[in-house]
């Protein structure tokens, strides 16, 4: 089974939805995902770098079918690149914490901090 982060899982979950809708991509279908998922290819990642071999393996694909997923796989990765050169890092204003988080927060996402109890979040937040 393809190894990824939670984070990434995430992310290209969400990506594996974007290029569903986005493009006219009849070849992936709902079904054709649901057995991706069930074997373990939960992102668009992992499907890009599965060999055609290995997702041949999977009940009801065949090479057809295989090629066309990997094409359309293909197009929504180099989608995916193109989002991602749009992606800025806007400083905290603190050095540390943007050490912290590899350059400050990413635009076009949504980050969530926390931080413990007693540590002054409040006063970190108002500064």
Avoid: W
Wanted: overall charge positive; some cysteine; glycine content about 8%.
């Amino acid at each position: 089974m393809p190894n990824s982060t939670a984070a990434d899982d995430l992310e290209d979950e969400v990506s594996f939805a974007r290029c569903r809708y986005r493009h006219p991509m009849a070849s992936i279908g709902v079904a054709d995902i649901t057995k991706l998922k069930s074997n373990g290819y939960y992102t668009v990642a992992s499907v890009h770098s599965a060999t055609r071999k290995t997702l041949l393996k999977i009940k009801g694909f065949s090479e057809v079918k295989v090629e066309k997923i990997k094409e359309a796989i293909q197009k929504c990765q180099a989608e995916l690149g193109q989002q991602r050169r749009k992606v800025v890092r806007i400083s905290t204003g603190s050095t540390q914490l943007d050490a912290i988080l590899g350059g400050g927060f990413q635009s076009m996402s949504i980050s969530e901090v926390r931080v413990m109890r007693g540590m002054g979040s409040a006063f970190c937040f108002l500064v």
